[in-house]
């Protein structure tokens, strides 16, 4: 059955999730504002999901799940003999995707709630790490990143989406990252670039390798 990891955002401790309308609405609005109106057309998320190769089975965490856009697609791809770790900071989003992965019966999904500096996953268990839009919202991006490592499975992969700066409200708001501070950042972190993939407007989308 889908799960919550919720005690001190450690794996394998969980705590009662919050109830109530009004933490429901909050992560209602919250998710909104993450997605945006008519984000399916310019997101590309069929494209997305099908540019990563994702093979039934693996194990994928999700940095920065927000409101599970992208979540309830990567477990589809997992199939029901995979996992996806849907990890965020905030509690209320954490408790609405658990939530709906119990109503829905999307059993891969489990969510963890994780500090900024650490995404409490578990050690080499990981595939691919993906994260859409949150990658300019870290901290200290080559330190989590090389703790990062340890996740990974033999051969795993990072997949970094993030806004180029391109989109106005983006670049207004400091919510983007230029590519040469993210190559830069991935290669001290102790990453090569894979791919790179010109696939969603305003946006890059990378994807990275572990360096021997």
């Known amino acids: 059955m889908a799960t919550s990891t919720r005690s001190e955002g450690r794996a394998g ?3 009662p999730l919050h109830t109530g309308w009004r933490a429901g609405w909050r992560a209602w609005l919250k998710g909104a504002a993450y997605s945006g109106w008519g984000r399916d057309r310019w ?19 999700e940095l920065g799940s927000g409101g599970g856009y992208f979540t309830f697609r990567l477990a589809e791809a997992v199939g029901p003999l995979g996992k996806v770790y849907a ?27 994780a500090d900024p500096e650490d995404p409490h996953l578990p050690a080499a ?15 200290a991006r080559a330190d989590y990143f090389r703790r990062l490592r340890g996740c990974l499975k033999p ?28 190559e830069s950042e991935m290669r001290a972190a102790g990453y090569r670039l894979e791919r790179a ?10 994807i990275f390798t572990p360096t021997e």
Do not use: M
């Open 43 to 61: 997101q590309r998320p069929a494209e997305v999901i099908a540019a990563l190769e994702i093979q039934p089975g693996v194990c994928i965490a």
């Open 87 to 113: 990890v965020d900071v905030d509690p209320d989003l954490v408790d609405d995707v658990a939530a709906r992965a119990r109503r829905f019966g999307a059993n891969a999904i489990e969510t963890i709630l």
């Open 13 to 15: 401790s969980a705590a």
């Open 197 to 206: 993939l010109d696939l969603v407007p305003a946006q890059h989308f990378l």
């Open 125 to 139: 268990a990981v595939d691919l790490v993906f994260t859409s839009n949150a990658y300019h919202h870290l901290s």
């Open 155 to 182: 051969g795993g992969r990072v997949a970094i989406i993030d806004s180029n700066g391109g989109a106005w409200f983006n670049k207004l708001f400091g919510h983007w990252t230029a590519r040469s501070v993210i």
